[in-house]
């Protein structure tokens, strides 16, 4: 329901805010794989999971021995439909603490996702824009068609929430 997202989403906002506002220089991080067809949907998905945490555990090993800041963030799974081609751009958003974790983030998930462009991947300074982007819907249900119309695409929702049915946004 797009009201009771709406109210999820303020609630998070409200939640993570006193914890962003002390960190000195929060960045908003977003990780591209490339576009998939929804039969590959949630492995993929799973396969992002599962890459995500061994970037983390890379990270960790860093911060251990002294070579780049803590790792602190919050990650978000969204997922948009692309009508014209019939697939599904399933990424992750973040807001992490530190540019120099938010670039290492991207260098990592390079390595992991060979695939993957790094002009596809995005590192910006985060602000109050970003808290919306990383706590909103994890999928449209309205999208634009391709002749410039917007369009509720019900199986390719079906699709998207089957995908992530159990699985952590």
């Known amino acids: ?14 939640q993570y805010k006193p914890i962003f506002d002390t960190w000195e220089d929060p960045q908003f991080v977003t990780l591209t794989v490339p576009n998939v067809a929804g039969l590959d949907l949630r492995d993929t998905i799973g396969a992002m ?44 958003h973040f807001v992490v603490e530190g540019k120099t974790v938010a670039g290492a983030l991207v260098n990592y998930w390079l390595q ?6 790094r002009s596809a991947q995005d590192v910006r300074q985060a602000d109050g824009g970003s808290m919306i982007e990383l706590f909103k819907y994890f999928t449209k249900v309205v999208t ?3 002749d410039g119309k917007r369009a509720i695409y019900a199986g390719s929702l079906d699709v998207i929430f089957n995908a992530v049915s159990g699985k952590r946004t």
């Open 1 to 14: 329901c797009i009201v009771c997202n709406a109210i999820r989403t303020a609630k998070l906002i409200n």
């Open 49 to 92: 999971t599962r890459t995500f945490q061994t970037v983390k555990d890379r990270l960790k090993k860093q911060h251990r021995r002294g070579q780049i800041g803590k790792f602190r963030g919050v990650r978000k799974l969204e997922c948009t439909y692309n009508p014209v081609f019939d697939d599904s751009h399933p990424h992750f």
């Open 144 to 146: 634009d068609s391709s």
């Open 112 to 117: 992991g996702w060979k695939n993957a462009t």
